[in-house]
Every structure is written in C-alpha cells, then in structure tokens.
C-alpha cells in the first residue's frame, strides 16, 4: 500500500486516491479468500449447535433453547446469524457472514487506530496482522468469535476518538454501544474491560480517571450481567462439571503459539527489516512520531488479556479455549504498527514488511483459488485438529464408509463430534441408522440431548447397554480414538464377533454380529 505525508500531529490522517485503492484492495484480497474458504468449507460441529438453533420459527424459540442449556452465547449472536440468514439464504457464506465482517471491520479499526498515529504504512501492518493470526480461520465459522472481533474494532476507534475529544459524547456513547455488543455477542467478551480498566487505573494513578468511561464500564458490566449472563450462568451451572475443562497452567503458553504463532513470519521479517536495513531512510521528508503512552498501554493491556482470563476459568472452573480471547490479537497488532514507525514515519524498512504482507495475502489468495479448483483444498479444525470437509457437493467424501453403508444395518456412532455431521449431511435413507453411543454422564451425551430437546430434532441417543440388548447385527464408526478401544472391548465381551471392518480417510466401520 503506497505512503502517504505524514505529520507529527495526533490523531492527523490523510489518505490519498492510492492509498484508498489500496484499502481497497487489501480489502479486495479478503473478501475473495474468505469467500472462497467459506463457500468451501461444511459446517462443523459447533456451527451445526447455531445452524439448528437458528432454524426454529422464531428468535424467541431460540432464546428459550439457549436458556435451557442448548447452547452458552448470548442473544446477539443468534440475533445476527438469523438476521443474516432471514437476508441471504442458510448457506455456507450467508451464515458466516456476521464473522466475515466482523473480522474485516476489526482489521480497518486497527488500521486507522494505528495510522491515526503513525501513518497509512504503519497502520496497514496493524490492519493486516490478523490475518496471519488465527482470526483469520474464525473469519468464516459461524460462531461468536468473529462477531466479536467487529465490536472490539469499533470499540478501540471509539475510545481513541473520546480520548482526543472528551467534549464530544458522540465518541462515548460509541465505545458504550460497541463494549455493549460485544458482550452481548459471547460471554468471554467481557475481558474487553480489562484493557480499559487498566488505561483507568493509570489514569487514576496520575490523578486524571475519565469517570464516564469508568460510568460506562460499570453499567454495562451490570446490566448485561444481571439481564443476561446470569440467567446463562445458571443453565451453564445445571448442565455442566464444576471441573468441565478447567484451565491448565499451561494454556497461556499455548494460546501464544496457537493464536500468534502463525505469524511468526511478520515478526522475523520485521526483525530482518529493521535490525538490518531499518537505519535507511525514505528519501521523502519524515518527521519522529509521537505515540501516547496511554495507547501503548492500552495494547499491553489487550495482549494480557489471555493471563487475565486463565485467572478468570480458574475461579469460575470455566473453558479456556483459545478461540475465546482472540481480541488479544489487537495487542501485538498495535505494538508492531507502531514499533514499524518509532524509527522514522515513512521508513523503508516499514515500507518493505508492508509490502511483504501484502505479497503473502495474495499468495495465499492464489493458493485458495488453486487447491479449490483441484479440490485439494485442506482446513483443520484448530482446536481438534479434525480435518474439515471442503467439498460441499460431496460432505461425506472424508467418511465414505457412512456415506455408502447398505443393508439397513443400524451404525453406532463412537465419535463424539462427527454424529451431529452425519446427522446434518449423510444421506436421508441413512440418518434413520444412526446412532450416538456413549456413558449416560458423557458430557457431549449431555450436549446432544439438550439440542435435541431445544432445537426439536430427532437425534438417536443412547447408551450401550439398551443399544446392544436390541441388536444382534450392527455397524460401528469411530475415527480410532481410546474411545474406540473402550466400546470394542464393551461389545466384545457381550458375545459379539466381529465380521468385517472398511476404512475410509478419516476413520473405520466396523461390523458385528451374534
């Protein structure tokens, strides 16, 4: 993206035709591989939780499900899956819609955050990390986590702006709607606050607190707890193991290499730009840029938001999953927009890893289109790992042994996160076959049997005993989990021997008989 003049005046950012073009294209870029990935890409597992929530008649049937333990986000999550659904269809790009967005308004918001600052080239880098980062998978799946990086953009612009003009309460109520939305969006929403507290505590220290921004954090903080999430709270509490997938020690450590390690390649080029040829200077004139000492604080705060939250699982013995805390990315985004510029606004070096980023968002944009035209195309599912189907024409291709089971012989389904895909994409003469075995306290068990109560739908729900009183011929599918070991061991020791057993890519179909 070219540069721009730059001035040592805060919050002064002019864009010129070819800098607008170039948003534009960068712009460009994303939508075109989103799209593509999404267009390709089933639905999964947690995606199929909102899809079927999302389908009954009305928003107030789904509340009612949620609140009944069906799914944990709150309402306006649902709210805009539907609405977008209502507008374009329940297809694979039209569900996700609300993420694809919401992560592209997140990446123009650190783009003028950062410029505001330090200038178009600066403030590209910022806007264009994410996209290296694991937002960049969350873009096209239909849960929260996207949605929520949108409001956290707006928020951090919203802010920015009440700073430099506190008259103005234009800016305020925008930071007040934004935070608002995002916790409204996904109960882990509410670390937004942490980074803002912390600008808030400084202020206090310095004798300077903005009181309606403390004013704001606060009524939000209690409105949207009383009103929702404690209602959530209680259906989380009734359903779910005080211990369910309490954070580790180690999960922060994790979450680094999960969520930022992917962009490892920026900070090395950042590294080599700028240790080796960052003295060079841009022949344009250029003056020393002056960042806020507050905004740098405020990205240190966004990048300690995953420390805050591994205290906040282990109190509440809440999940600690790496998608939950993805605004922490708007840290290091905006540490290494301005880092690019602390030399001298206009830098070569700043130049050069911009350019860089650029050539590696069209690369992988040209490597989209070229593994969907050959249906190579491959996307792994972060927190499993379970490679996702790409080929909606054909969603069973990975689990062809499911797909193509004849005979009318009922299919004990072992895994636990593949039943609800068979259930949504195998074909119809052969849903009626299938059926989820598990112990009765097993906590995806649990899950199914409150969507299915929710959502209204016919899920096969058992456990083993009751299942192999009434079969003397069945099938089995597992993906080859210690799962498979325990329910081989079970049926083997009722008598059963087994007759067959077909692989196909991703697990194996097993055939028993008395």
């Known amino acids: 993206m070219a540069g721009v003049g730059q001035s040592s005046n805060l919050g002064s950012l002019k864009l010129n035709k070819l800098s607008i073009a170039g948003i534009g294209t960068t712009s460009a870029i994303y939508f075109a ?80 955050f950062v410029a505001r600052r330090a200038g178009v080239i600066s403030g590209f880098i910022a806007g264009a990390f994410p996209f290296f980062t694991l937002a960049q998978y969350y873009a096209y799946e239909a849960r929260a986590h996207g949605i929520v990086l949108g409001w956290c953009g707006l928020t951090l612009v ?28 996904h109960v882990y929403a509410i670390y937004l606050l942490v980074p803002f507290a912390v600008i808030e505590m400084y202020n206090l220290f310095r004798k300077s607190p903005d009181w309606r921004v403390i004013a704001v954090m606060g009524l939000i903080f209690t409105s949207v ?3 929702v999430y404690l209602p959530l709270f209680r259906a989380y ?30 900070f090395v080029l950042w590294l080599l730009l700028f240790v080796s040829g960052g003295a060079r200077r841009s022949t344009e004139a250029s003056t020393v840029v002056a960042i806020p000492q ?32 993805l605004s922490a990315i708007a840290g290091p985004a905006i540490l290494l927009g301005f880092a690019s510029s602390r030399r001298q606004a206009g830098c070569w070096a700043a130049r050069m890893l911009a350019g860089s ?48 089971s004849r005979g009318g012989l009922d299919i004990l389904v072992i895994s636990e996160l593949e039943y609800i895909y068979f259930f ?27 969507l299915e109560k929710g959502a209204g739908i016919d899920l096969r729900l058992t456990t083993f005993d009751p299942f192999l009183a009434t079969h003397n011929h069945f099938l089995v599918y597992e993906r080859g989990n210690a799962r498979l070991i325990d329910a081989l061991q079970a ?17 194996i179909m097993l055939e028993y008989s008395k």
């Open 424 to 450: 949504n994409y195998a074909p119809r003469s052969v849903v009626p076959h299938l059926y989820f075995a598990a112990p009765t306290g097993n906590l995806y068990f649990a899950a199914y049997k409150r």
């Open 491 to 507: 049926i083997s020791s009722r008598g059963y021997l087994l007759k067959s057993a077909r692989a196909d890519a991703e697990g």
């Open 33 to 112: 591989d989103v799209f593509l990935k999404a267009s390709h890409k089933c639905f999964w597992f947690d995606e199929l939780f909102a899809v079927y929530l999302c389908r009954l008649p009305s928003f107030r049937d789904t509340w009612a499900a949620v609140t009944h333990g069906a799914d944990f986000n709150p309402p306006l999550f649902y709210l805009l899956t539907r609405a977008a659904q209502r507008a374009f269809g329940e297809g694979l790009v039209a569900t996700r819609l609300p993420e694809i967005v919401g992560v592209w308004l997140f990446c123009m918001c650190l783009f003028l």
């Open 158 to 185: 919203c802010w920015q702006m009440h700073e430099e003009r506190r008259a103005n309460h234009l800016w305020l109520v925008g930071f007040g709607l934004s935070l608002t939305g995002a916790l409204l969006t």
């Open 225 to 227: 707890t009383l009103a």
């Open 357 to 404: 980023m650029l050539f590696l968002m069209i690369a992988d944009l040209g490597s989209t289109i070229y593994l969907t035209a050959n249906e190579r195309l491959v996307l792994v599912e972060p927190s499993s790992g379970i490679p996702i189907a790409t080929t909606p024409r054909d969603p069973m291709r990975l689990f062809e042994t499911v797909s193509t």
């Open 294 to 325: 507050r905004e740098v604080l405020l990205a240190i705060g966004f990048t300690c938001i995953p420390l805050v939250g591994l205290i906040g699982c282990k109190i509440s013995h809440g999940p600690f999953f790496d998608r939950y805390f």
């Open 237 to 266: 509490r009734s359903t779910m193991t005080p211990t369910f997938f309490a954070a580790s020690h180690d999960v922060v450590q994790r979450f680094m290499v999960n969520v930022i390690g992917p962009a490892t390649v920026v």
